[in-house]
Each structure stands twice: as structure tokens, then as C-alpha cells.
């Protein structure tokens, strides 16, 4: 099971970022669990600057912006 995490303060994108997220996995059949961090000094000890930032198994893999689903099917196509 993949931990992902979704950082922000709850703005559009980062709402948009997390249910596409939730949708990918779910379509992929890929088993995650996913959680919304929206403490500003968590995200910060991530060093994340700007939202929405994702976070697979403690490793930052997105910063800024909504990714493509294209790079979210990639994050799970193991």
C-alpha cells in the first residue's frame, strides 16, 4: 500500500489534486492510502512553497499546480 499525501490549505487545486488522485487509484485498482495535510507547518517541513504538493512514501513527487492525470496514472503504473 502506497501512502500519499495531498499538502495544502483546501484551495481548489488541492481539492481537484485529490480526487484525481483518489480516481486514479481506484481505476488502476492501485491500493493507497490517502490523506489531506492542511497544517502549514507540516507542508512547510516538506519544503513544498507552493499548493497543491504531492508526497508518495515521504518523497515529494509534485509541487504547484494540479498535475496531469497522465503523470498521476505514472506515480502507480508499478
Not at 480516481?23 to 490523506?35: F, H, N, P, Q, S
Not at 502549514?40 to 509541487?63: C, K, L
Request: charged letters at 25%; proline letters at 3%; one cysteine or more.
Amino acid at each position: 500500500m502506497l501512502n500519499v499525501k495531498v499538502l495544502g490549505g483546501g484551495c481548489t487545486n488541492c481539492k481537484a489534486t485529490y480526487k484525481l488522485i483518489e480516481d486514479v487509484a481506484r481505476e488502476k485498482g492501485t491500493d493507497i492510502y490517502l490523506e489531506k495535510v492542511e497544517d502549514i507547518q507540516n507542508i512547510i517541513s516538506y519544503d513544498i512553497m507552493s499548493t497543491p504538493g504531492v508526497v508518495i512514501d515521504e518523497t515529494v513527487v509534485h509541487r504547484g499546480g494540479v498535475p496531469s492525470r497522465k503523470q498521476v496514472e505514472d506515480w502507480f503504473s508499478n
